[in-house]
């Protein structure tokens, strides 16, 4: 048995190794592949205040645009998004871009109009990547919005990790019908759904739902104590659905580093989780919905109000490691 859990380990170790690697080897052939002005734009130190400016709604950015990339440079920054985020999540990403368009459609924006605009993604690399240095990067544009922390090519922070959608659901054209956030709505609606209705009346903080999530776009995400059920309060059956959740969340990062932030979740107590939910208990056009998850060291939320309710925002916070974390940014002023 030693044996055995001893090769698992080995194997969960190499896996980590290569994906780091993978990640270090994207983002030298991003930065090889600017010009020198390009990489004025997109490189800056690691200790940056930059680094904490975390937004996702329009609006002016630093970095580099997506729009200034040519082809080979356009791969090369999605290489990047590939090897820190799982197939599925980075798939998400380019559709959320591609809504952009479907904005601009449908609020009849003209081509001089850069409002929306899925050139608009920026990267931004923070600090020099190596085998042996503290670094990071960025992603961000309207609905998208990750922040990357690495020390000693291991992957440390994927956090804050936002993704929305805009239409939430696609009314009309092509792409009519079309919900690149579905599993979110679907499996909160899920969640929701499978407690009893002790647990549920718990859960429901207010029947309306706020309008944004809770913690917005602070550098540090702050809620007070827990609320709602908690997951000591659940049956076997509603924890079951309740991890399921988070581990959607958590999974739209690279394998390894998903299994880390389940062992972090694990680790401070699964029964300091709980679940709250505002708004809607049933999916309803043009009513709004709200749910969180709380524990000890994450905070996932999900708002769908805005736009009559046809507008999702969905977050990731990690307590603990957040932009690195205060630990990481403490080790590179020591070290610089």
């Known amino acids: 048995m030693k044996r055995i859990i001893g090769a698992v380990c080995c194997?969960?170790?190499l896996a980590q190794q290569l994906v780091a690697q993978e990640i270090l080897t994207s983002a030298d052939n991003f930065i090889r592949?600017?010009?020198?002005?390009?990489?004025?734009?997109?490189?800056?130190?690691?200790d940056t205040e930059e680094r904490y400016n975390f937004q996702y709604v329009p609006r002016e950015r630093k970095g580099l645009p997506i729009g200034d990339l040519n082809a080979v440079q356009r791969k090369a920054a999605m290489d990047l998004v590939r090897t820190c985020l799982s197939e599925q999540a980075a798939r998400k990403v380019e559709d959320i871009i591609s809504l952009e368009y479907v904005l601009k459609a449908i609020e009849h924006r003209g081509d001089e109009?850069?409002?929306?605009?899925?050139?608009?993604?920026?990267?931004?690399?923070?600090?020099?990547?190596?085998?042996?240095?503290?670094?990071?990067?960025?992603?961000?544009?309207?609905?998208?919005?990750?922040?990357?922390?690495?020390?000693?090519?291991?992957?440390?922070?994927?956090?804050p990790g936002f993704l929305?959608?805009?239409?939430?659901?696609?009314?009309?054209g092509p792409e009519k019908g079309k919900q690149v956030l579905k599993d979110e709505t679907d499996m909160g609606f899920a969640m929701i759904g499978s407690l009893s209705p002790a647990n549920r009346q718990k859960a429901i903080l207010s029947v309306t739902a706020p309008n944004e999530i809770i913690t917005t776009n602070t550098r540090k995400a702050i809620l007070e104590h827990p609320a709602g059920v908690s997951y000591a309060q659940m049956s076997d059956r509603e924890k079951q659905q309740l991890l399921q959740l988070i581990s959607l969340y958590v999974h739209r990062f690279?394998?390894?580093?998903?299994?880390?932030?389940?062992?972090?979740?694990?680790?401070?107590?699964?029964?300091?989780?709980?679940?709250?939910?505002?708004?809607?208990?049933?999916?309803?056009?043009?009513?709004?919905?709200?749910y969180l998850v709380h524990g000890p060291t994450i905070i996932i939320e999900y708002d769908n109000s805005q736009n009559n309710a046809n507008h999702v925002h969905t977050v990731v916070r990690d307590l603990k490691h957040d932009f690195g974390g205060d630990a990481l940014l403490e080790h590179y002023r020591t070290a610089h």
């Open 33 to 46: 592949s600017l010009s020198a002005e390009q990489k004025t734009a997109a490189l800056y130190p690691f």
């Open 164 to 172: 929305g959608a805009n239409p939430a659901v696609i009314k009309e």
């Open 254 to 290: 690279t394998k390894s580093f998903a299994e880390d932030m389940l062992k972090d979740i694990q680790a401070a107590g699964l029964e300091n989780l709980s679940f709250a939910w505002a708004g809607t208990t049933e999916p309803a056009e043009g009513k709004a919905n709200y």
């Open 113 to 159: 109009d850069h409002y929306r605009d899925a050139r608009k993604y920026y990267f931004t690399i923070f600090g020099l990547p190596g085998e042996h240095t503290v670094w990071g990067w960025r992603i961000e544009g309207h609905h998208v919005a990750f922040n990357f922390s690495v020390k000693d090519k291991k992957l440390l922070s994927g956090t």
């Open 11 to 13: 194997v969960f170790f």
